[in-house]
């Protein structure tokens, strides 16, 4: 086990140190300048590049970021936000959307776990077929065309929610946003819920606890939704990375200092942010990869077969 | 379980009676801001939303009135030397937000610190405008104590200059001239200067309440320890950044916002609804909007721009009326001269400078015959039948104005054809630098109320938008009006500025299109902005919000 574990970390870290490698190199070679040149003279630019070492070779700029960033250090902007350290404005930034990702993800699987329970204990009847509709939905409409049809609904023609995210009343106005986000997590879960279900109630074991008189509430809780949870979780976690990275719509339209808007705004700025992009892909790819790590090890304990197979491997 | 139910329930009820009420206060002001705040940082801010929270928040020598006109903020009085090159400031009594009193060391410390870091705005100290003593060699690096600037006692400030210029105390309101609290700034860490209502300094009219690099939401209080606290009527304002337009005019319709800018095509609808007509407003700026011809003879198609009829041609063929009517609508103007209407007006007469619309109506203008002599005369000088020519663009809202102008000169000019490009702004400025393009949309903003804003961007050495061309009779004239022969001759420099407009026009080293307005949506209850054509768009110094 020990073993697995550690071939798993390392693998992880060395995914890691491609990707960063992969995205520096990319981000170099890319059109855009990394800071804004408008009204720039050319010595400015040139002394601006001297400064940010972008004169090197692009395997010694490499060595030199990786160093810093083995400091702990992301460096400061190139472009954005006129060269202030990254890592505060970073942090904050991720404070954000991870509050609003923790309330998505309570909605989206609190609502898609009722509606997929519903869906199985009710299979074939009129109820099912509605959860099927909704996480069909729910998949299928674009994420931004539900937040704008929120905004508009619910801040615009039924004033209730503020139209915009409002960081001194952040519970409140954090709810839109959270929904808006959830509608792909819902119909996720609402569909592994429901198969699952329908898998576990039709498995022998549950037939013999069935036939040993066993029925209604204590059985879903005992039986039914234990087993079935496992596979979900399993789903939702990597949901959970995607709600905190891929925020980008949702950030903009509602106003929301997160990090999906601070990558837009590193990418779509007066130029293109090098040490920003570099800094929150390196942060995404991170909780991916970190996510993706714990998942590996739990499966690697709960199912000894994965284990066994990686080592024959 | 009915527990756990009663107990949501009684928590949404709660949530929803806490907070669902003052979603519609209406009697706080909330502006839109375009695009995000660069920086609070002075020597750092490079943009337009920046420029105005800093100048609702600090107040420098000078400040312009609702009618552009001069008057004094920091600055009590200030004498001018007989020679125009020594300025003395006599501060008043102020304070920063913090108690301390705003002193002449506070302008030295923040002036320097401008020079020594050289940024974006770092050449407005230099030659080519403040004309500040020693200024360029700062600006390259010499010691920033050299700077002409010097503080004999902390209320009076004193400013020497290389060359006497005109306009010198209409700049003190710019924000690149603005203090900065020595102290205050060296008790923050290092870098994060502005980047918090902790570690920003106000001396003016409001202070941070709520602020991080990038915010989308800012919000200001009054400072009560304001020099002219009496003045402000608001206790507090926030702004909103709204990048799209129909997001803004929903968020206007809904009172969530209370002064927000709308594009042009949505001017039409706004005016068919009874409830928004009333709020519409078309505010000038003065921001050119122009065609640059890219001249350089190895660009990538061959340089046919370097021929002074075929620009002529192309300048020729634009109808500037129908672009600005069917195309921009947002009540911009058509402008045919090289300036902004409304802009720079003459000392003595208050005539605007590019008031004449039609003085050179033979070079700029819509007349297609005239259009197409001029391309009989490049086609027969370059010996070519055909031209391809490549339109780049930013593409955050100008592709309307770019299609036009394809469909335009290629009905009216038989021959030549221009392909679109529209790219990312940071792209934009890209492909203009390493000269691959033909032809680029442009625009340029006046950072001073004087000509030589606009006509410095066409010598040799302007800016980067620098059309690659180089004439050493404009460059002369140039010259001569910033510190050569004019510098203190202020009629003779019109008449020489007026002389350098006149080669860039006839040899239509750019074409201009229009001067920019924008519409805004104002809530009636809101009074006393002050719409800016210079530096600072807005300003809320006098602005009040009633009970509507």
Not at chain 1, 138 to 145: D, E, L, R
Request: aromatic share 10%.
């Amino acid at each position: 086990m020990r073993n697995y574990i550690a071939k798993r970390i390392l693998m992880s870290v060395l995914t890691l140190f491609v990707i960063v490698f992969v995205l520096f190199v990319l981000i170099r070679i890319m059109p855009g300048d990394p800071f804004p040149v408008e009204r720039m003279s050319a010595e400015m630019i040139a002394q601006k590049r001297l400064e940010l070492g972008l004169n090197k070779p692009i395997l010694e700029q490499f060595v030199d970021y990786m160093s810093m960033l083995l400091s702990g250090s992301f460096g400061n902007g190139t472009s954005l936000y006129n060269g202030a350290p990254i890592k505060p404005i970073m942090l904050k930034c991720l404070e954000n959307s991870f509050k609003i990702g923790v309330l998505s993800i309570l909605f989206g699987t609190t609502v898609g776990l009722t509606l997929g329970i519903v869906a199985a204990l009710n299979r074939g009847k009129f109820v099912d077929g509605l959860c099927t509709i909704v996480s069909i939905l729910g998949v299928c409409i674009p994420s931004y065309v539900f937040m704008i049809f929120l905004q508009y609904f619910f801040a615009y023609k039924i004033p209730f929610f503020p139209y915009f995210f409002d960081p001194a009343r952040f519970m409140f106005s954090s709810i839109m946003p959270a929904i808006s986000l959830s509608l792909l997590s819902i119909s996720t879960v609402a569909r592994f819920t429901r198969n699952e279900m329908i898998e576990v109630m039709n498995s022998d074991y549950v037939k013999l606890a069935q036939s040993k008189g066993l029925y209604g509430f204590e059985l879903m809780r005992r039986h039914v939704l234990r087993n079935a949870l496992i596979p979900i979780v399993t789903v939702i976690a990597p949901l959970v990375v995607d709600l905190l990275t891929g925020a980008m719509v949702m950030e903009k339209i509602y106003g929301v200092n997160g990090v999906g808007k601070l990558m837009v705004d590193a990418i779509a700025g007066d130029g293109i942010d090098y040490n920003y992009v570099l800094a929150l892909s390196i942060v995404f790819s991170s909780m991916y990869i970190g996510m993706m790590l714990v998942l590996d090890i739990l499966y690697g304990i709960i199912d000894p077969r994965i284990r066994i197979s990686a080592k024959e491997a | 379980m009915k527990k756990l139910l009663m107990a949501i329930l009684c928590a949404v009820a709660m949530l929803t009676a806490a907070c669902g009420d003052d979603s519609a206060a209406d009697d706080k002001l909330k502006v839109m801001l375009g695009s995000n705040v660069v920086s609070l940082d002075t020597s750092q801010a490079t943009d337009l939303a920046s420029f105005e929270v800093i100048a609702d928040c600090i107040d420098g020598l000078m400040q312009l009135d609702a009618n552009g006109n001069v008057i004094p903020a920091i600055a009590e009085s200030f004498d001018v030397s007989e020679d125009g090159k020594t300025y003395t400031f006599h501060l008043r009594d102020a304070k920063w937000a913090n108690g301390d009193p705003v002193t002449a060391d506070d302008f030295v410390f923040a002036w320097r610190r401008h020079g020594q870091q050289s940024n974006e705005y770092g050449y407005m100290l230099g030659s080519t405008v403040a004309c500040v003593k020693n200024a360029d060699a700062v600006l390259k690096g010499a010691d920033p104590k050299t700077l002409g600037v010097s503080a004999p006692d902390p209320k009076t400030f004193v400013v020497e200059l290389e060359a006497p210029v005109s306009f010198f105390p209409s700049l003190m309101s710019f924000i690149t001239f603005y203090p900065i609290n020595e102290k205050f700034y060296n008790s923050v860490a290092a870098g994060s200067y502005g980047t918090s209502p902790e570690t920003f300094l106000s001396n003016g009219a409001f202070k941070l309440s709520s602020y991080m690099p990038g915010a989308a939401n800012i919000q200001l209080v009054k400072n009560d320890q304001y020099w002219d606290a009496a003045r402000i009527k608001l206790d507090g304002f926030s702004y909103q950044v709204v990048s799209s337009s129909d997001n803004a005019l929903t968020a206007f319709k809904n009172k969530s916002l209370n002064l927000v800018n709308i594009s042009g095509n949505q001017v039409k609808s706004v005016k068919d609804d009874a409830n928004l007509a009333n709020d519409l407003k078309v505010v000038p700026t003065g921001m050119l909007y122009y065609v640059s011809f890219n001249q350089d003879p190895k660009n990538h198609h061959g340089g046919a721009l370097a021929n002074a009829n075929l620009r002529l041609a192309i300048s020729n063929a634009i109808d500037r009326e129908s672009l600005v009517d069917n195309f921009v609508m947002d009540g911009s103007r058509a402008t045919y001269r090289a300036l902004p209407l409304n802009f720079a007006p003459h000392v003595d007469s208050g005539e605007y400078f590019a008031d004449d619309q039609k003085l050179y109506a033979d070079v700029v203008g819509f007349d297609v015959d005239r259009a197409r002599q001029f391309l009989d005369k490049a086609k027969s000088e370059l010996n070519r039948d055909s031209f391809e020519l490549n339109l780049i663009y930013s593409n955050d809202g100008s592709s309307a104005v770019a299609q036009a102008i394809k469909s335009q000169v290629e009905e009216n000019l038989p021959g030549v054809e221009i392909k679109l490009q529209p790219t990312p702004k940071a792209e934009y400025f890209s492909n203009i630098t390493s000269n691959n393009y033909d032809i680029a949309l442009a625009n340029w903003s006046p950072d001073y109320n004087d000509p030589m804003t606009f006509l410095t961007l066409w010598t040799t050495d302007g800016c980067e938008i620098s059309e690659h061309w180089s004439e050493p009779a404009y460059d002369q004239l140039i010259a001569d009006c910033t510190t050569g022969r004019y510098a203190t001759d202020y009629d003779g420099r019109w008449t020489a500025m007026a002389s350098a407009e006149k080669i860039l026009l006839e040899q239509a080293v750019i074409a201009p299109l229009y001067t920019k307005c924008y519409t805004v949506l104002m809530s009636p209850n809101v009074e006393g902005v002050e719409f800016q054509s210079v530096g600072v768009e807005r300003v809320f110094k006098d602005t009040t919000v009633g009970k509507q």
